[in-house]
Structures are given as C-alpha cells and as structure tokens.
C-alpha cells in the first residue's frame, strides 16, 4: 500500500478535452437576478497572458453555507440542487477567464471569528507543478473586509489588496499575477 | 510568529511536493510565485469541498477503447487502484477525470505539433466516480512517449493525467501516472521536480498480474494519497 501522499505534477497543456468538455463558468444564469460577472486575467511574470491557465472556484451560497454535507449549519436556507458553489473557466488566448456567480454570504473562521464573502480559487497551467490558491474577496464589503482574519493576516496592504476585486460598473475583475512585484498573494496549507 | 511545528510541517511538506520553481522545467521560470506564501488556517472554506453525483459520468466514461466506431490502437491496458485520505480511509463517490497522449504520443489537442499519427478512435479523455469501497478503474491503451521543447532532444515519459476532488477543497490534487521502468524518468524535469526517491515512486504505477486479464489488457495498479478534510500533515507522512 501507498504510503504518504502523492505528489502533484503540471496539467500540462493539453488538458481541455478532459476538462472543459462542459462550460461549468456559469454557477447560475447570467439573467439570475443577484448574478454576478467575474472577470480577469491571468498574467506571467513578463507580463504576458497566459493563455493556457484554467481557474477553479469553490465558494458557499447566498446565506453562507457550502453545498457539502459536513456544512450541517441546518439553520441557514440550503439547496445544493440550485448551487453547486463550484466553477471551472479556461482561459483563452488573452489569458482571459469569467464566471456567473452570486456573492457568498460571510462564513465561519478560526475562533469564532467571522469571515468575510469570499470565493476560493485554484489555478492550474503548464508550468505550475501544483496549483496556486487564493482569495477573491468583494470590494463593497469594507467593514466585513476589515474583520476578515485571513485578510488581516497579510501585513503588507498592497499586498492585501490583491485579493479584492475591482468594481468596474456591473462587472468585477480580478486579474492575476503569478509573479513580479504586483503577484497576487497565494495560500499554502 | 509561525510556531515550531508548522515548520516541521512545510519541511515535511517539501519532500512531497515539487516546488512552484524548478527552473529545469523551464515554464516554471515566469510562472512561479517569488513572493512567500500565506499560511490559510483551517475553515470551512477549505474542509467543504464540491460533490458531483453520478449525473455527469456516462456508463462508458471510464473505457477509452470505446468511445468510437472501432477499437483504437496500441496496447490495451486496465488502471485501477484506491482513493485513499491521508489516514487510509477510502474517499468514495468522488470523481476522476484523466487524459492522455495515443499510444504514438499524440494528444488530440489542436496545439499539439508532434508529427506522430493522430488515431481517430481515440479521444483520450475519460472520467469515473470511486466506488464505495473508493476503488477506481479505466480501461484505456498505453500512452506514447512524445517530444517537448523544454530543452534540446526533451522527452516526456509515457504518463496519465489524473484530476481528483476528493472530500474538500484542500484535497484538490492533479497529478500524472508514469509507467513502471521508464528510461525517460532521469531525464524529465516534471518527473524529477518531486526530489524525494519515495516521493517520485509515488508516481509510478505497479505492473500487477491480479489486475491482467487472460488474452485481453495488461493490468497496473495506481493508488492515490489526498489530504483528507481533518488529517494534519504530519500525519500525511507516517
């Protein structure tokens, strides 16, 4: 038997077949009426798009509460029928990704804290030997942002603000920057 | 202030995991983050995980050899093994999907170049549930070795890739499978990015007998680690 975990190893470039068969970008309709267009960019290190990323989000629904049988919070309105809370987008040759989503509600954190709305997010591409994970966090939420412990973690609020999406009229962006001296900030476990 | 054990953590870590730069590999150079990476405490976010019930995986899924009109060629061959969490315990009805290059080394992707035969009955694509015992199986043929342009004469070894969810959003593994004595091994920088000898055996599938079936597909066993929902890391490494 296996012991210890297996390692990670690159999605390599050839992935979308497998992967993106189905559009999974839209975890509801565009015409919902509290849908929400996330867009962006995925940048290298030279600044280049990369048209070869594919991004992943994980996030709970309207009320806060995640789409998973260990989220038995059963006070709060559930219907993991309706909302997945997952997505998946490609990003084309300009190094562009989107999804319809909703804004999550906020969630528990570490201590009874309370965590800011916020989306998970993986990114895979040739290149990187393991994923990258970070935060999209919203920017009409300033005093919850403010409480939030994983945001208040980073000291360098530059660096911090790399997790808030940008408000541009009806749509939010977030670009990401795997390097330089605007990277995006990136979780370990 | 990091405490003394989550040292021992990243340490432990490290000898699993490739890092985000391994400059062999020469796209990590421009795609590696520089900057130190933020410790994510344990939450809800990160323990929950998606589910996908049986609704999207078809009856054939999990068989790349009949996927077209006809059989596709090379040499057929079963991959099967356990989806474990990092305590042993199986992950069950969790989805898999894999992809792979035909048995000449050639993807179906439009932005691969190899000038090796493409096989019109082979997609290479495939996707299966674990069961409840969180055993997995396909049935596919063995992939090619095939050219790349990380450097001069680059190889890849003959790999699957593999994409698990298991139970929570920090299980969330992508991962390649390898063949059991491949020489491309020392020379593949993706392969050698994972520098623990243990670690890189992780990677490469066992040839298993119990698996082969009399007149029909070779057998290889393929057993998978994810970090469980609740395991620490270190327990990870027992």
Partial sequence: ?189 | MREQGSDRIVDARQETQPPYLYPDYVATRLRAPKKPLIILPRTLSDTTGPAFGRGPVGELDNDLTRQHEGEPLGERIIVTGWVLDGDGRPVRNSLIEIWQANAAGRYIHKNDRHPAPLDPNFSGAGRCLTDEEGRYRFVTIKPGAYPWKNHGNAWRPAHIHLSLFGEAFRSRLITQMYFPGDPLFEHDPIFQSVRDPKAQRRMISTFDLETTQPEWALGYRFDIVLEGRNATPMENHR
Avoid: C
């Fill in chain 1, 1 to 189: 038997m296996t012991s210890g975990p297996t390692p990670s190893q690159t999605v390599g470039p050839f992935f979308h077949d497998a992967l993106l068969g189905e559009d999974r970008s839209e975890l509801v309709p565009p015409d919902h009426p509290r849908a929400v267009r996330i867009e962006g960019t995925v940048y290298d290190g030279a600044g280049e798009p990369v048209p070869d990323a594919m991004v992943e989000i994980w996030q709970a629904d309207e009320a806060g509460r995640y789409a998973d049988p260990t989220d038995d919070r059963e006070d709060l309105p559930h219907d993991p029928e309706t909302f997945s809370g997952f997505g998946r987008s490609g990003t084309d040759a300009a190094g562009r990704f989107s999804f319809f989503t909703v804004k999550p509600g906020p969630v528990p954190g570490p201590d009874g804290s309370l965590q800011a709305p916020h989306i998970m997010v993986s990114i895979f591409a040739r290149g990187l030997l393991k994923r990258l994970v970070t935060r999209i966090y919203f920017p009409d939420e300033g005093e919850s942002n403010g409480g939030d412990p994983v945001l208040s973690s980073i000291e360098d609020l530059e660096f911090r603000k790399t997790l808030l999406a940008i408000d541009e009229g009806g749509v939010l962006r977030f670009d990401v920057y795997l390097q330089g001296d605007n990277q995006t900030a990136f979780f370990e476990f």
